[in-house]
């Protein structure tokens, strides 16, 4: 393949790699790995983030989310940093050593596991500020990075309902079938 003066030969000239300047909320910069992280959290609030997520995707008008992760990644960014605003000085909580406290989960009723990939700094932040809550009780209501995520879903997704679904939660998407039965036999 023969290229002359930034022409390919196919006659198209290169498209240029986007430049970012500035990393995605909970990015510490731009290309920054991520790591594969799972949460735990209500079902009901599960459905809420279905629905905004498809609402985001299908619209535009959420910047920045596109997808379950990103809607995560924003939510989960935005509510430690205020934690680390409000508790520790705009720093960073140090991450534990060890996630592990040896005990069962911490609520009842149903909760759903979310999938996402966090950046890393990010989610070493989740962990830190979770541990903190856990052990200084400054927090109310977050006791560990499941509760923690909860909760900052659940803040970021009120703020989007109040702003674009005039207050009302977010529907999920997904067609229910009644139970038992499968769209084939429902047409059956």
Not at 9 to 15: E, I, K, R, T, Y
Not at 81 to 92: D, I, K, P, S
Not at 120 to 126: A, D, G, K, P, T
Request: glycine share 10%; net charge neutral.
């Amino acid at each position: 393949m023969a290229y002359s003066l930034g022409v390919a030969s196919d006659g198209f000239p290169p498209v240029p790699a986007p430049e970012f300047t500035d990393p995605l909320p909970g990015y510490a910069y731009v290309g920054e790995k991520r790591t594969p992280a799972s949460y735990s959290i209500p079902q009901d609030l599960k459905q809420r983030l279905n629905g905004a997520v498809r609402y985001a995707s299908d619209t535009g008008d959420v910047p920045q989310v596109e997808s379950q992760t990103d809607l995560v990644r924003v939510a989960a960014h935005r509510y430690v940093a205020e934690l680390e605003r409000q508790h520790n000085g705009g720093a960073a909580f140090p991450s534990p050593a060890s996630n592990a406290r040896g005990r069962g989960p911490d609520h009842t009723g149903t909760w759903i596991k979310v999938g996402v990939t966090m950046p890393v700094s990010l989610h070493q932040r989740i962990l830190g500020a979770a541990r903190f809550a856990d052990d200084t009780d400054l927090v109310p209501g977050v006791t560990s990075a499941n509760r923690l995520i909860t909760t900052a879903v659940d803040e970021f997704l009120t703020a989007l309902e109040r702003e674009h679904h005039h207050g009302r939660p977010f529907k999920d998407p997904r067609r229910r079938l009644p139970g038992g039965r499968t769209v084939a036999s429902q047409w059956a």
